[in-house]
């Protein structure tokens, strides 16, 4: 994160690129808009793993963080607005006899 003109870049690419999306593009730009340093900073992005909407959650969480790490008054906004909130689900592991987490196998009559 450095001061700038709000250019955003998402591996390598422009976040418009990226997050072709414009519902996914404001989820994950949710706290620059929160903080109004929307367009006073420049920002470079690594994701990777996961989907898109995972990674726009990542970035969400991510830029929430070092919002806070940099001005710890936001905190309070960022913690209301659910921003420094984690994601808790995950996959479900396999169990053994069934062919996926719950999925058993198919029952023959015959």
């Keep these: ?5 709000g250019n955003i870049v998402v ?8 997050f072709t999306v414009p519902r996914m593009r404001v989820h994950a730009t949710e706290g620059l808009k929160l903080s109004g340093k ?7 992005i690594n994701v990777r ?8 959650g ?6 929430a963080r070092a919002l806070q790490s940099e ?10 607005a659910g921003l420094l909130t ?3 689900r995950m996959v479900e592991r396999k169990k053994y006899g069934l062919r996926k987490a719950r999925r058993g196998t198919q029952f023959s009559k015959r």
């Design 1 to 5: 994160m450095s001061s700038g003109d």
């Design 11 to 18: 591996n390598g690419k422009p976040i418009e690129q990226y």
């Design 38 to 44: 929307e367009g006073s900073v420049n920002l470079k």
């Design 49 to 56: 793993g996961g989907g898109i909407s995972s990674q726009s």
């Design 58 to 63: 990542a970035v969400r969480l991510a830029l």
């Design 71 to 80: 001005n710890p008054q936001l905190r309070d906004p960022l913690k209301k």
């Design 86 to 88: 984690r994601d808790p």
